[in-house]
């Protein structure tokens, strides 16, 4: 069956660097979309990051020019590179992978797009 085991969270000041990881199982990886999405306490779960089959990224406008997506096919391994953290970054993070839709072209940020995700991992940046 389809797993995504996220790893890589952490705590770090404001300004610092991390890597999270998403190693994905029991399916063809490189066929459908993935992301990232995040939730913190009291809000809801937010998409930040997408990934298509042919590599098309797109980004919410809070995270852009400070986090990537990627993607290791050879790996099955999503990852999201994460510089310049600020506190509101603060959250438990989440991928989630659509195995609904074959080779999409422009991956969705939408939480109804996603039918797996994984169990999340924690971030949490301080001042």
């Known amino acids: 069956q389809v797993q995504l085991v996220e790893s890589g969270g952490g705590s770090v000041e404001a300004g610092g660097s991390l890597r999270l990881s998403c190693a994905a199982s029991?399916?063809?990886?490189?066929?459908?979309?993935m992301a990232w999405f995040r939730q913190a306490p009291g809000k809801q779960r937010e998409g930040i990051a997408a990934?298509?089959?042919?590599?098309?990224?797109t980004y919410t406008d809070s995270v852009k020019g400070r986090l990537t997506i990627s993607k290791d096919n050879a790996k099955n391994t999503l990852y999201l590179e994460m510089n310049t953290l600020k506190p509101e970054d603060t959250a438990t993070y989440y991928c989630?992978?659509?195995?609904?839709?074959?080779?999409?072209?422009?991956?969705?940020?939408?939480?109804?797009?996603?039918?797996?995700w994984g169990q999340g991992t924690q971030v949490t940046v301080s001042s």
């Open positions: 990934i298509s089959s042919t590599e098309t990224t």
């Open positions: 989630a992978v659509d195995t609904d839709h074959i080779w999409v072209v422009n991956p969705s940020l939408s939480v109804d797009a996603y039918n797996y």
């Open positions: 029991g399916y063809t990886y490189n066929k459908y979309s």
